[in-house]
C-alpha cells in the first residue's frame, strides 16, 4: 500500500511538472524609447538671399535745382557753393529704383532654449551680405549742361555694395517653429571711386565705414527629415524668413548727398542746399535662409 502511495505521489508530481511546462511564458515587459524632443539650443551657420529696398525719407536724395548756393561742394574749408548744372534753375531728378536691389551672404549664431519642445529661445546673430543697389544712378534732367568734372550720385545708399549686423534674438518656440524679434548693431562700406564719397567727410578724410542699428523679426521651422531642402537628411536644418530695418548714420553735413566734384584736392561730395536738412540713410531688407545647426535633440 505505501508504495502504491509512494508511486501515485510520484507520478502525480511528474504530470503536474508536464502541464507547467507546457504554459505559454509570461511575455517580458515592452522596452520603453522615449520620443526625442526638439531642442533649439546650439550652435548654427547659414546662407541667405533677398531683397534689399530704400527706407529713407521720401523726400531725400531725389535731386536738386541748381541755384546760386545750391548745390554745394564740402571742401576742408567748409560748404563751397558749385555750379553742377547750366543754367541755374535747371533740375536734376534721380530715378528712386535704382536705391534697391539684390541682398544675400552667410550668418551664425547661437540659441538658447530654456524649456524643450515650446518656450522662450534666446540666442545672438552675427551676419555679413553683399548688397547691391545699382552703381550709378540713373537721372533725368533739362540742363543744357552739366559740368564735366560732376558725378551723379543718388545718396549714400547708392554707394554702399556690403553690410552686416550683430543682434541679439528673442523669442517663442511652439516645437519645431520659432517665431522671434531681432535688434542690435549694423555697419557698412561701399565703392571706394568717385561713387565712394558718401564715405568722405571732408577732403582727404574718409569713414572707413558707416555705422548705425538695426531691428526686425521672422521665423524658423526646422525642416522634416525627408524634406527635399534637408540635404543633410537631419532634424538639424532649418529654413527661416526675416525682415530687417537698418538704419545709418547721417551725412556729416546732415543735407542730401547729389554727387561727386572730381577736383585738383581729389573727388569731393556735393550737397543739395535746401532748407530741410533731414537725411537720413535707411534701408530694409526681406530675405530667407537656410541654416545647419549643431546638437538639435
Known amino acids: 500500500m505505501k508504495k502504491f502511495l509512494s508511486s501515485l505521489a510520484a507520478f502525480t508530481a511528474l504530470s503536474a511538472a508536464a502541464s507547467a511546462a507546457d504554459l505559454p511564458r509570461r511575455a517580458p515587459p515592452p522596452v520603453f524609447t522615449p520620443v526625442p524632443v526638439f531642442t533649439w539650443t546650439g550652435f548654427y551657420f547659414g546662407i541667405n538671399a533677398g531683397y534689399g529696398f530704400d527706407a529713407s525719407n521720401s523726400n531725400n536724395n531725389r535731386g536738386f535745382v541748381q541755384t546760386a548756393g545750391s ?56 551676419d555679413a551680405q553683399y548688397l547691391d543697389f545699382g552703381g550709378r544712378p540713373r537721372y533725368a534732367t533739362n540742363a543744357v549742361a552739366i559740368n564735366s568734372s560732376f558725378v551723379p550720385v543718388n545718396g549714400t545708399l547708392n554707394t554702399l555694395d556690403f553690410f552686416g549686423t550683430v543682434r541679439g534674438r528673442l523669442g517663442y518656440a511652439f516645437d519645431r517653429t520659432l517665431v522671434y524679434a531681432t535688434g542690435g548693431f549694423a555697419y557698412a562700406t561701399g565703392d571706394q571711386g568717385t561713387q565712394g564719397v558718401a564715405l568722405q567727410n571732408f577732403a582727404g ?16 521651422f526646422a525642416l522634416p527629415t525627408d524634406s527635399f531642402l ?12 526675416e525682415g530687417l530695418y537698418v538704419s545709418l548714420d547721417r551725412n556729416r553735413t546732415g543735407l542730401p548727398l547729389v554727387g561727386a566734384a572730381v577736383t585738383g584736392a581729389g573727388v569731393l561730395p556735393v550737397y543739395a542746399v535746401a532748407t530741410s536738412t533731414q537725411n537720413t540713410n535707411d534701408f530694409a531688407v526681406v530675405r530667407a535662409g537656410l541654416n545647419y545647426k549643431f546638437g538639435s535633440y
Open 71 to 126: 548745390p554745394a561742394v564740402l571742401t576742408g574749408a567748409g560748404l563751397v557753393p558749385y555750379q553742377a548744372l547750366a543754367p541755374n534753375g535747371s533740375v536734376l531728378l534721380y530715378n528712386r529704383n535704382n536705391r534697391e536691389g539684390f541682398s544675400g551672404g552667410g550668418q551664425i549664431g547661437y540659441n538658447y532654449q530654456f524649456t524643450p519642445g515650446s518656450g522662450v529661445v534666446v540666442g545672438f546673430e552675427a
Open 205 to 220: 578724410n574718409r569713414d572707413n565705414f558707416k555705422t548705425g542699428w538695426t531691428v526686425g523679426g521672422g521665423a524658423e
Open 230 to 241: 534637408n540635404f543633410f537628411r537631419s532634424s538639424a536644418v532649418t529654413f527661416k524668413v
